[in-house]
């Protein structure tokens, strides 16, 4: 890695922007990929009541695979009848039918020349919506910053979670590992562990929201243990062949300024435990503003600290950054979230030299639905 800008141009003609570096083909944790292009997840609670994927669902993964993109990375998904569950609508892997729903969503992915990953999700204590229970639960009986999402259906300020047993965590455990299992006999390439964002993972890691004095509580490494256990249990359970990645990031839905207290050391400490328990690829959200500088970057420490495949994300639909991420190997892939959804074919306008259509935040106004998007779409 590389601390400096590549030369380029101030104006790509269209065979430098053909031979961008992100419309390569490669290998990627196991999966052969045809670009480095990668759709970010994004919550749509678009489901049916009891967490099962839709027809709509389907075409809207469908036209990102369609559009071009290599890998497709889903919503988070709900990985338990317990305290999984964050929003209403959003949805789930816990039984056969469930499983059964996801299956025309891998399919449309396959046939367009797309590989496709789950992202299996536990919402803690940030949970909004649960049909399971009527209480939230997290590492510690602590309110969560801020207030409720209203573009995912909630409202006003979280309420403080229950502090979860040791049986609880280790249900969760169970619940992530079984959730990858339906997912591998559902047809998907793999799974991605949702440890970032605020969600529990993340809960468990932050120090202010990891209030335990027990085994999952205290040093940085300690507070790594459930990250580990659960990478460890998906990774045991699914077996060989099948990729197994996991999302990290500092900012989370509620507190988007929060960095780890300490720095690089604890991002290391953090990176190399999921690394150790079976991870296949790391993937690290909302990097974003490490672009604006030169000189290393969280992504760019992940790999060289565990040796592994990255994903990046955050502000990656602009050329010369993508450009500049992979040149100077800060990443493998590039994952682009609100871009792609005015973008679903990206790749082709980044191969071609076209102009890239500008995000409207409408489309995930009031509600982040794809119901709504299609609204705004005919209006």
């Known amino acids: 890695m590389t601390g400096a800008h590549p030369a380029h141009p101030a104006h790509p003609t269209r065979s430098d ?38 027809r709509e669902m389907a075409a809207y993964y469908a036209a990102f695979a369609e559009g071009g993109f290599g890998l497709l990375i889903t919503e988070g998904t709900y ?22 729903a996801w299956r025309p969503v891998v399919g449309a992915a396959h046939d367009a020349g797309a590989r496709i990953v789950l992202q299996l999700m536990h919402a803690g204590a940030v949970a909004q919506g649960n049909r399971f229970r009527d209480r939230a639960a997290g590492p510690s009986a602590v309110r969560p910053l801020g207030e409720q999402l209203a573009k995912y259906r909630g409202g006003g300020r979280w309420p403080v979670p229950m502090e979860m047993t040791r049986r609880q965590i280790a249900e969760a455990v169970d ?38 004095t ?26 060989p062949g099948f990729t197994v990645g996991v999302r990290l990031s500092q ?3 509620n507190d988007p300024a929060w960095r780890w207290p300490g720095g690089d050391a604890e991002a ?22 490490d672009w604006t500088a030169d000189g290393p970057t969280l992504p760019g420490l ?21 450009r500049r991420v992979l040149d100077e190997g800060h990443a493998d892939v590039l994952a682009i979230g609100t871009a792609a959804l005015s973008n679903p074919g990206l790749p082709g306008v980044v ?4 102009a890239q259509a500008p995000f409207d935040p409408q489309l995930l106004e009031p509600l982040a639905t794809l119901e709504n998007a299609r609204a705004h779409a005919h209006a």
């Open 251 to 253: 900012g989370k839905i």
């Open 302 to 322: 992940a790999r060289t600290v565990t040796g592994l495949p990255v994903i990046a994300n955050g502000g990656l639909h602009r050329e010369a950054v993508a």
């Open 214 to 239: 027990d085994a999952y509580g205290g040093s940085a490494e300690e507070r790594t243990r459930l990250v580990r256990e659960v990478t460890a249990e998906v990774r045991g359970a699914t077996g």
């Open 175 to 212: 619940g992530f590992a079984a959730a990858a299992v339906r997912a591998r006999d559902a047809g998907f390439d793999g799974v991605e562990i949702h440890a970032a964002n605020g969600y529990l993972l993340d809960q468990f890691l932050t120090p202010y929201t990891n209030l335990r």
């Open 79 to 100: 990985t338990d009848t317990a305290f999984s569950q964050g929003y209403l609508h959003q949805p789930g892997m816990t039984d056969e039918a469930q499983a059964a």
């Open 17 to 54: 922007r053909a031979a961008h570096p992100a419309l390569s083909a490669c290998r990627f944790a196991g999966l052969d990929l045809r670009n480095r292009f990668a759709l970010a997840p994004m919550t749509r609670v678009s489901a049916t009541e009891d967490g099962r994927a839709t």
């Open 351 to 354: 191969a071609s030299g076209g």
């Open 268 to 289: 290391g400490v953090i990176f190399a435990a999921a690394a150790s328990a079976g991870a296949d690829y790391l993937h690290l959200a909302g990097s974003g503003r």
